[in-house]
């Protein structure tokens, strides 16, 4: 079971950026997984932000399109978000997850705490 403990998180002013990294535990196998970023507001659900699969296909929630950037580096076994252009609506807590590759179960991190704020 891969362990993943995401950071950056914080408070920013509207239109700040952050970069989130998410620290996979899977060792070599990290490589094989698909990973991404989920997001929970306070009394919402908790949904999809970006995704980034083994072989480097991104996709993205429409709130985060054009603003989000998702990447890994899978010699550091590191998944990350680049926010920029950040809106009151981004406060949420956000989720690392990522899907076994053979089984499909997802993992997921314990959460950061993003609030843009002025």
């Known amino acids: 079971q891969v362990q993943l403990v995401e950071s950056g998180g914080g408070l920013v002013q509207p239109g700040g950026s952050l970069r989130l990294s998410c620290a996979a535990s899977?060792?070599?196998?990290?490589?094989?997984?698909?990973v991404g970023w989920s997001r929970q507001a306070p009394g919402k659900q908790r949904e999809l932000v970006a995704s980034?699969?083994?072989?480097?296909?991104?996709t993205y929630a429409d709130s985060a399109t054009g603003r989000f950037t998702i990447s890994r580096d899978n010699a550091k076994n590191t998944v990350y978000l680049q926010m920029n252009s950040l809106k009151p609506e981004d406060t949420a807590v956000y989720y690392c997850?990522?899907?076994?590759?053979?089984?499909?179960?997802?993992?997921w991190g314990q959460g950061t705490q993003v609030t843009v704020s002025s």
């Open positions: 899977a060792g070599s196998a990290f490589r094989l997984y698909a």
């Open positions: 997850y990522a899907d076994h590759p053979i089984y499909g179960s997802r993992n």
């Open positions: 980034v699969t083994s072989i480097g296909n991104t």
